[in-house]
């Protein structure tokens, strides 16, 4: 089974500055996509970017951008000039790219890292 | 277009009692998914749904938990004799199909005195 490990329960940052949370997973498939979600209070969970494990090129999205680390197994999220609309909670996902399988499609998520930014 | 629409959004039972959370999935959306959200266990999958079948049930949390989908549309998630250990945040998200991105609701928030 996988799992994704998010080692920082809450992280701040000061407006216009650049923050990186952090993520691990365990996995032995070969295929697969990695996720950060933010939810804000509101609670509707928000897709911010998407990485696929056979891509060697991080994602990036903006203000966004990961540092993906297969071998390693890693995949942190930068987030650069900071906003205060930044401010939630973020998760990591795991996702398989395995197609077929009965579990196609579920979303594996960390524990979450509350982001706080200063203004 | 609209997006995933839960109801209700929140919702207050005591325990021993059944609730019915809804979710409406965007239109055309054939993959629907159910999550829970609660503090002791962060963010689990329950189920997904493709088309009006469930070929995931694996992570209902008991027997007491049940879903279904009709007409490749709208899900239902029942929870029967409701427990304090029930109350969480319930999470449905969709996606085209299973191999696209998920689009999530506003989730229903569940209190079980």
């Known amino acids: 089974a996988q799992t994704v490990t998010q080692s920082q329960p809450e992280m701040s940052v000061q407006e216009a500055e650049t923050v990186t949370l952090s993520c691990t997973y365990d996995?032995?498939?070969?295929?697969?996509?990695l996720f950060w979600y933010k939810q804000p209070p509101s609670r509707q969970m928000i897709l911010v970017i998407r990485q696929e494990a056979y891509k060697q090129q991080n994602a990036t999205e903006n203000r966004f951008s990961v540092n993906f680390q297969k071998a390693a197994k890693s995949f942190s999220l930068k987030i650069s000039d900071s906003q205060l609309g930044d401010a939630a909670m973020y998760f990591c996902a795991y996702r398989s790219a395995g197609a077929g399988g009965t579990s196609y499609g579920k979303l594996t998520f960390g524990q979450g890292t509350i982001l706080t930014v200063h203004p | 277009g609209a997006g995933v629409s839960q109801s209700p959004s929140n919702k207050v039972t005591e325990k021993g009692k059944d609730v019915e959370l809804r979710c409406d999935p965007i239109?055309?959306?054939?993959?629907l998914y159910w999550y829970r959200q609660s503090l002791g266990q962060g963010l689990e999958f329950l189920i997904y749904?493709?088309?009006?079948?469930?070929?995931?049930k694996s992570g209902l949390p008991s027997d007491r938990f049940s879903a279904e989908r009709t007409g490749g549309s709208v899900s239902t998630l029942t929870i029967q004799r409701t427990q304090q250990e029930d109350s969480a945040v319930y999470l449905c998200?969709?996606?085209?199909?299973?191999?696209?991105?998920?689009?999530f609701g506003p989730g229903t928030r569940l209190t079980v005195t």
């Open positions: 239109s055309g959306h054939t993959a």
């Open positions: 749904f493709q088309g009006n079948s469930a070929p995931d």
């Open positions: 998200a969709s996606s085209r199909t299973a191999i696209y991105e998920q689009y």
């Open positions: 996995t032995s498939e070969s295929d697969y996509y």
